[in-house]
């Protein structure tokens, strides 16, 4: 579930935390998966049409493989390294959770019999969504296939989510993905939604940005957890009649919930008895995760081909030419993620250079230092500063003529070589001359 209309909350109330991206805009960017919800997903996309789930020859369900493979090529194509990140046991606080959602589930396969019987596609939907379980064989499957393709695969202690949180706050991966938003109350810095979306449709990445999330809110780290306690989470029950936007404004005036509680309208407001807001706010903020120290380490290898094509073809039915197909993507996309982005060139220098004139732009010109390395200055309508880079034939060949420029404006480089030896000899001219006079 994550955290109950927070999305819309901040939509609303903190709308420059969020921006939508492109995938490009991630190229050779590290970013922790939520393993569990993305496979979730690849299941429920099926359910949306009504259709059976695909299966092998043994008849064991292969809509998560098949997902999974291709989204992750996906990924790694537009230079993307996913790291995917599967839940441990989960806390016993949320176990309560687990127990009502299992008695849901029972009554929504009911429900969802009724539906395809009648054809209600918008009923089908919504009870496929809730019949859906991600078990233990699709985790097993998918970090098999992962490791085939040569995909880091994390084992979190307890929740994914708070692991790809750490993961981001020790700078070991950029940002995390995920579709429940309490990503953001565990403090992922960055937290991308959408990025694992399985539909057909090419629905934009959402980002979001924790210490905006703070800002435009007004609202410290602390307070952020209790609002979204307040909102709805896994953990525990929310007030009954306290709603995300209503949860905004008493956490404004009161600052936290032992206050809310205090000066609550007790007619108004019926608190649920042992109402564990407590214990749920210490799994927001000291959550079990790997520490500093342990956390594992990422490494990104090559696809061992002929172990793809046993467990995708030979035990899963998969169609051998695709496999092959998707293999060579595989390896074509590895080899593209070795390049750098493009910032990696800008190094800020402090070193002199004579200014360019020239009409619509502000571009610096330097001269050739010993080892025939040209030095081009950016155009600070890029770079949005006066920087130096050493630019040579593979910057041509990688970035000018790359796909993955990550701009969405044109990008001119204006440079003059200068001879190093005709300008020493030049120098030495000059001095020559003054020592005459």
Not at 204 to 226: A, C, G, H, S, Y
Not at 343 to 359: D, L, M, N, Q
Not at 371 to 378: A, D, E, H, L, Q
Request: hydrophobic letters at 35%; proline letters at 5%; glycine letters at 6%.
């Amino acid at each position: 579930m994550g955290i109950k209309g927070l999305t819309k909350l901040l939509a609303d109330n903190a709308p420059k935390c969020m921006k939508e991206q492109k995938f490009e805009s991630y190229f050779n960017r590290k970013i922790a998966i939520d393993a569990s919800m993305s496979i979730y997903q690849f299941l429920i996309v099926v359910g949306r049409t009504g259709t059976e789930m695909l299966t092998n020859e043994a008849g064991e369900v292969t809509s998560h493989l098949q997902g999974m493979f291709s989204r992750t090529i996906r990924l790694l194509e537009a230079g993307i390294k996913p790291v995917y990140v599967f839940d441990g046991p989960p806390p016993d606080l949320k176990k309560r959770e687990l127990a009502k959602r299992y008695a849901k589930r029972a009554d929504a396969t009911e429900d969802l019999t009724e539906a395809i019987e009648k054809g209600d596609k918008e009923s089908i939907e919504k009870f496929s969504k809730r019949t859906v379980k991600v078990t233990k064989q699709h985790n097993d499957d998918c970090k098999k296939l992962l490791g085939l393709m040569g995909v880091p695969v994390v084992e979190a202690p307890s929740e994914a989510e708070a692991q790809c949180a750490a993961l981001c706050k020790s700078g070991k991966v950029y940002a995390v993905a995920s579709e429940d938003m309490d990503s953001l109350t565990f403090g992922a810095p960055k937290f991308l939604r959408h990025l694992m979306d399985p539909s057909s449709k090419k629905i934009p990445v959402m980002e979001f940005e924790m210490t905006k999330v703070l800002e435009e809110l007004n609202l410290t780290m602390d307070q952020f957890i209790d609002l979204c306690i307040l909102s709805g989470c896994d953990y525990c029950e929310s007030i009954k009649g306290i709603g995300g936007l209503t949860a905004l404004k008493l956490i404004r005036q009161h600052e936290s919930i032992e206050n809310i509680l205090e000066n609550m309208n007790k007619e108004r407001y019926q608190i649920p008895d042992n109402w564990p807001y407590q214990e749920a706010r210490c799994l927001f903020k000291e959550p079990h995760v790997y520490p500093g120290s342990e956390e594992p380490e990422l490494k990104w290898s090559s696809p061992d081909e002929e172990g793809l094509v046993n467990f995708l073809v030979k035990e899963n039915g998969f169609n051998i030419d695709r496999v092959t197909k998707a293999i060579e993507k595989i390896k074509a996309a590895k080899s593209k993620s070795s390049q750098g982005r493009l910032e990696a060139f800008f190094k800020p220098t402090v070193t002199g250079s004579v200014p360019i004139k020239r009409k619509g732009t502000k571009c610096m010109l330097g001269s050739f230092k010993q080892g025939n390395m040209p030095k081009i200055r950016s155009s600070p309508a890029f770079s949005h500063c006066q920087t130096e880079i050493h630019v040579g034939f593979s910057l041509h060949c990688e970035f000018l003529g790359s796909k993955h420029l990550s701009s969405s404006f044109p990008v001119l480089f204006f440079g003059e070589k200068v001879d190093a030896t005709s300008k020493d000899t030049s120098n030495k001219k000059q001095k020559a001359g003054s020592r005459k006079k």
